[in-house]
């Protein structure tokens, strides 16, 4: 069974920055594309980073491009969101989901685990 387990959120100022962690179990990152999500009350969750398990293809919304980086380490099953620059819009609980083989994309219908969320607080 794959089980998807996110950390790294917290409370920042605008202008900081944080790293957001997706360790993986379950299952290989070889063969296991991940997506970014985040949440606010009240909106839909939406996709704003993705990478794909056997290739290094990565994708961003606007709204991240630039200040978000997505990173994996295979040795230790584990994605990265690294986000620069904060800005309370940013403010969100933020997912990861996997996706078994297939590329990654930002449609939530298409992945299949999600992990439990952690919370950003960007304050002005």
């Known amino acids: 069974q794959v089980h998807l387990v996110e950390s790294g959120g917290g409370v920042v100022q605008a202008g900081g920055s944080l790293r957001l962690s997706c360790a993986v179990s379950?299952?290989?990152?070889?063969?296991?594309?991940i997506g970014w999500f985040r949440q606010t009350p009240g909106r839909e969750r939406e996709g704003i980073s993705c990478?794909?398990?056997?290739?290094?293809?990565?994708y961003y919304i606007d709204a991240v491009k630039g200040r978000f980086s997505i990173s994996r380490d295979f040795a230790k099953n584990t994605v990265y969101l690294q986000m620069e620059n904060l800005q309370p819009e940013d403010t969100a609980v933020y997912y990861c989901a996997g996706r078994l083989y297939g590329r990654a994309n930002t449609n939530l219908a298409a992945y299949d685990t999600w992990g439990q969320g952690t919370q950003v607080t960007v304050s002005s």
């Open positions: 990478i794909t398990a056997h290739d290094d293809d990565t």
């Open positions: 379950g299952f290989s990152l070889h063969h296991y594309s």
